[in-house]
Structures are given as C-alpha cells and as structure tokens.
C-alpha cells in the first residue's frame, strides 16, 4: 500500500491495482479529430457541476481543452502531447487544471470536491477518482 498525496489529502492506494502507465493506443477512429476522453462530475457543488475533456487531433498533436457550461477558459498540463496520455498524465491535468477567466470564487464553488471521473479510454480512472473521493470523506 502505497500513500499519495492529491491536493493535500493522503490517498492510499494499491499500486498492484492500477496501472499509472497505461496508455490507450489511439483517441480517434472512424475519421474523427475531437474526442471526449473524461467527463467530471462534482456532486458537492452547488450546482452539481460537470466538465469535459477534449483531445482534438491537429497536426500531428494532441491538444487538450477542458469544458464546462458556462464556457470558462482552463489552464491544462499538459496542453499537447505526440501520443495519448498516460493514466497518470490524465489524473495531473485533472488535478493540477486551473481558471483562466479569473472568476476563481465561482470556480472554487463549482469544482467543490473531488470529481467523479469517467472515461470510455480509462477505464481505471473511475476506480482511482472513487477512492479518493472515499478518503476525502474520510478525512473530514
């Protein structure tokens, strides 16, 4: 059992159950460019906010953009890759992603918690995202 610590809360996890470094092969098929490869859904907010990211395939990158209802600009990390993101890659850009718009109160009051995560390429991502929602209620 190993202790990671995400945004201040000690997560503990199991690293023979995940596997951090798994990479899907490809975002596209069937002629496609822009992809939805997470959705986020934050049941502690007030409003029981959602998010999407996109990978969009341009030139011979991977670009990422986050999407919300209300079309707030996101700062991600990273922005681009040559490949699909590692799981481990995926779980920084959703922890690390910040406001750009500079409403910052109004994005703490929507990003309240730690997402549900859900993802047709990542499947273990769900898991990761579950326990550490458990622990955060744990905490508290």
């Known amino acids: 059992m190993n202790v990671i610590f995400s945004g201040g809360i000690p997560y503990f996890c199991s690293m ?6 798994f990479q899907p092969k490809t975002y596209f098929g069937d002629n496609r460019s822009s992809v939805v490869i997470a959705r986020l859904h934050y049941p502690e907010s007030q409003w029981g906010e959602e998010l999407s990211i996109f990978a969009e395939y341009s030139q011979g990158l991977i670009y990422y953009e986050v999407a919300d209802f209300y079309s707030n ?11 699909p993101l590692r799981l481990n890659q995926l779980i920084f850009l959703i922890e690390t992603m910040e406001d750009e718009t500079g409403n910052s109160e109004n994005i ?27 622990d955060q209620r744990k905490a508290h």
């Open 108 to 134: 703490d009051l929507m990003k309240m918690g730690v997402p549900e995560v859900t993802s047709d390429f990542y499947p273990e991502i769900t898991k990761y995202f579950e326990d550490r929602r458990r």
């Open 73 to 83: 600009t996101y700062t991600v990390q990273p922005e681009f890759t040559a490949e």
């Open 16 to 21: 023979d159950t995940l596997d951090f470094d």
